[in-house]
């Protein structure tokens, strides 16, 4: 059975820092495209950041590009996700997830394109 769980989430204040970790059991993802979406209360859920197979292209939505890095570990079969600079606006349930195809040289932003999901963790900014 594969499983993705996500952690390290919490409740911080703005301009602090965390860091998620999701780490994926029952199969390898060595060769999928990793991601993390984020949806917060009453909006769709949208992507936040990508890394290809090997961590050599990674991809961000514009609002965290500076603040965010996406890293992956594959020894590990887990991806991360670093926050700095926090802000109010990053509220929302993170979720992990692996690209449903093998062609892990690219980061697709698709929900879609996405077939194993963690189950979430929150991550909440107050002013």
């Known amino acids: 059975q594969v499983q993705l769980v996500e952690s390290g989430g919490g409740l911080v204040k703005t301009g602090d820092s965390l860091r998620l970790s999701c780490v994926a059991s029952g199969r390898t993802f060595d060769r999928q495209t990793r991601a993390w979406f984020r949806q917060a209360p009453g909006k769709e859920r949208e992507f936040v950041a990508g890394i290809s197979r090997t961590g050599g292209r990674t991809y961000y939505m514009d609002s965290v590009k500076g603040r965010f890095t996406i890293s992956r570990d594959n020894a590990k079969n887990t991806v991360y996700l670093q926050m700095n600079s926090l802000k109010p606006e990053d509220t929302a349930v993170y979720y992990c997830?692996?690209?449903?195809?093998?062609?892990?040289?690219?980061?697709?932003?698709?929900?879609?394109?996405?077939?194993?999901w963690g189950q979430g963790t929150q991550v909440t900014v107050s002013s």
């Open positions: 997830a692996t690209d449903r195809t093998n062609f892990g040289w690219v980061v697709r932003t698709t929900q879609s394109d996405y077939d194993y």
